[in-house]
């Protein structure tokens, strides 16, 4: 059973940055992805990006590739998701996940069983 907490959240203005943490209770595999997911409110949760927690390999959704960055630190069992360039579009909660999948499956909300309680991710413009 791994259980996840996110931190980082916050207001910031257009154009700032924030940085998400996402600290998992107990050892993440290797064999495990972590993905980062977002909902706005009247909106389907959506996939923002995701990371092979053993390979790095990571993905994004294409409205945030160039402007965010998902890494991982294996000793700290600690996942991140650099925002930089935000935009007003950006606000939503955003959510932390992981399991035992690989790509295409990470992009799905539904594939994902452990998640965090989500961190309110606020731009103003």
């Known amino acids: 059973q791994v259980q996840l907490v996110e931190s980082g959240g916050g207001l910031v203005q257009a154009g700032g940055s924030l940085r998400l943490s996402c600290a998992a209770s107990?050892?993440?595999?290797?064999?495990?992805?972590m993905g980062w997911f977002r909902q706005a409110p009247g909106s389907d949760r959506e996939f923002v990006a995701a990371?092979?927690?053993?390979?790095?390999?990571?993905y994004y959704a294409d409205s945030v590739k160039d402007r965010f960055t998902i890494s991982r630190d294996n000793a700290k069992n600690t996942g991140y998701l650099q925002m930089n360039s935000l935009k007003p579009e950006d606000t939503a909660v955003y959510y932390c996940?992981?399991?035992?999948?690989?790509?295409?499956?990470?992009?799905?909300?539904?594939?994902?069983?452990?998640w965090g309680q989500g961190t309110q991710v606020t731009v103003s413009s």
């Open positions: 996940a992981t399991d035992a999948i690989s790509y295409p499956f990470i992009l799905i909300v539904s594939e994902y069983d452990y």
């Open positions: 107990g050892r993440i595999s290797s064999s495990y992805a």
């Open positions: 990371i092979i927690w053993g390979s790095g390999d990571t």
